[in-house]
């Protein structure tokens, strides 16, 4: 049972645009969600986070929004740079433990 | 530079034939964990450690084991491995547990055959 979700498996975005990635979740107890991004080969490194006492975190090109009620968030990314293509996970936390979506893999083409 | 690292990044191996990947850290974090990413699946927690001997299984837990004698240290332990446990490895760690932004190794690419 997937208690985080990204339904979208790739998303391609024209440099300069903006990029929207969209998470789920299903647990209540959840109260802090972050982001991380993946190049080939290397490992998941942090991105941006937010705690659920927040709606908004922005840092640089970078702002995630949460939605409690609707249990979801997502990741906008304005400008989107080549540099951004690369596999974005969404992770959601309580206490002891932080539970993972599959992953969007966002191409950005010059 | 504060690190997470793992060996090997690549390990072929037959089935039913014990293996260890190591995990070591070097920031002085309490929290880690270990995961495996499958395709569609994103990353599953397989085992995590709040602390020195304090040990808890993730998801899927099965077939894996786990040690943590020392803080720096969480090596993964496949006793008998089976095919279904190729997959890419990562080893994480935190300050704060689920609170903290994970730092996570490069990965062990595993194929059981």
């Known amino acids: 049972d997937q208690q985080v979700k990204q339904n979208s498996p790739s998303l391609s975005v024209q440099e300069g645009r903006i990029s929207i990635l969209n998470c789920d979740y299903t647990n209540s107890m959840f109260d802090y969600f972050l982001w991380y991004k993946k190049y080939p080969a290397e490992g998941p490194t942090f991105l941006i986070s937010?705690?659920?006492?927040?709606d908004k975190n922005e840092d640089g090109r970078f702002t995630v929004f949460l939605n409690k009620s609707a249990k979801h968030l997502s990741l906008h990314i304005v400008p989107s740079q080549p540099g951004d293509s690369a596999v974005y996970f969404c992770a959601a936390s309580d206490d002891n433990d932080m539970r993972f979506g599959a992953g969007t893999r966002l191409t950005v083409k010059p | 530079e504060a690190q997470v690292t793992q060996n090997p990044r690549y390990l072929i191996t037959v089935t039913g034939k014990k293996l260890t990947v190591t995990c070591s850290q070097n920031?002085?974090?309490?929290?880690m964990s270990w995961y495996r990413q499958d395709p569609g699946l994103g990353l599953r927690q397989i085992y995590y450690?709040?602390?020195?001997?304090?040990?808890d299984k993730g998801d899927v837990p099965e077939g894996y084991k786990v040690s943590r004698k020392e803080k720096r240290n969480f090596p993964l332990i496949l006793e008998s491995p089976s095919p279904n446990q190729t997959s890419l490895y990562f080893c994480?760690?935190?300050?704060?547990?689920?609170?903290?932004?994970?730092?996570f190794g490069s990965g062990t690419r595993l194929t059981v055959v």
């Open positions: 994480a760690s935190s300050l704060w547990g689920g609170r903290g932004g994970y730092t």
């Open positions: 937010i705690s659920s006492i927040k």
């Open positions: 450690s709040m602390n020195v001997e304090v040990t």
């Open positions: 920031m002085n974090h309490e929290y």
